[in-house]
């Protein structure tokens, strides 16, 4: 199984365990600092050099390999993010490692840019890259719920999840991007999860407690989709997540009567195929 969506500086060694234990193969680090610091291009390449030295090293002792997705994380704007968009082609070559843009996109909860029009043009200019480079894109959205308690003041702005999901669409058409190598990711609705498919693009769910979405619960969401269409990811990082989501799904799809061959292209095939993962 892959889990195409983490945050892997977060793990300690027994969720590694855990993960590999499973049957967790692969996992693809998308690029993330955390916002209440001043973020800054040195920072995130010096956070690059841990994922790809002692992350990884980490993560290969458990018998599971490292993957990178490099990009401006709406969440995490660095103050110089010109210069850091800059030099993302020069990861971008690395493809041993480097496999995606990512995670990019949109969010009005954003500390680091409130910017939305300027968050708009930082998306588009790594669009641009991702078309010219010929690589996948993983684009972030906001949450269309979440728990209550501390995570429930990211919707007081109001839940804009299908608005941004609609002008990332319209941003990957405006730029000319293959739709085939988009992922929209954090999609908790069958609604979005449609509109995402129909656009010819990939449908990225969720598995994630913070975002009220349970391994369980995915199953009537997926339900008379083209499988071939859908990803799964845990996203799981510094919040409340769960490392072992992309498991859970392949189980809760078995229990519902799924076959075998289902179950491996949503937690498996898919990721492998769209990033090109030298498995």
């Not at 590694?16 to 967790?24: A, K, N, P, V």
């Not at 480097?98 to 588009?124: M, P, W, Y």
Request: hydrophobic letters at 40%; charged letters at 25%; aromatic letters at 8%.
């Amino acid at each position: 199984m892959i889990d195409f969506h983490v945050h892997s500086e977060a793990y300690n060694w027994q969720d590694m365990e855990l993960m590999s234990l499973s049957g967790i193969k692969a996992v693809i680090s998308n690029t993330y600092y955390p916002h209440m610091v001043a973020i800054t291009t040195q920072k995130i390449e010096d956070f690059f050099e841990r994922l790809t030295g002692l992350q990884s090293w980490l993560l290969e002792m458990n018998f599971i390999r490292l993957f990178v997705a490099c990009g401006v994380n709406p969440m995490s704007v660095p103050v110089d993010y010109e210069v850091f968009i800059k030099r993302i082609p020069d990861y971008l070559i690395k493809k041993d490692i480097f496999v995606a843009i990512g995670e990019v996109g949109i969010d009005h909860r954003s500390e680091t840019c409130r910017d939305l029009k300027i968050q708009e043009n930082i998306l588009k200019e790594q669009l641009y890259i991702a078309k010219k480079h010929n690589m996948p894109v993983i684009i972030h959205t906001p949450p269309e719920s979440v728990e209550s308690g501390i995570q429930a003041k990211w919707l007081d702005a109001g839940n804009r999840a299908e608005e941004i999901i609609e002008r990332d669409l319209d941003l990957v058409k405006e730029v000319g991007n293959n739709p085939n190598l988009i992922v929209i990711d954090h999609l908790s609705s069958r609604k979005m999860i449609e509109k995402v498919i129909n656009f010819g693009a990939h449908a990225g769910v969720t598995i994630q407690p913070w975002r009220n979405l349970t391994a369980g619960q995915i199953i009537p969401l997926i339900k008379d989709f083209d499988l071939s269409r859908i990803l799964v990811s845990s996203d799981s990082g510094p919040l409340r997540s769960e490392c072992l989501a992309v498991p859970k799904v392949a189980l809760e799809m078995k229990k519902a009567g799924f076959s075998g061959d289902a179950i491996r292209k949503i937690t498996m095939d898919n990721p492998c195929s769209l990033f090109k993962l030298p498995l």
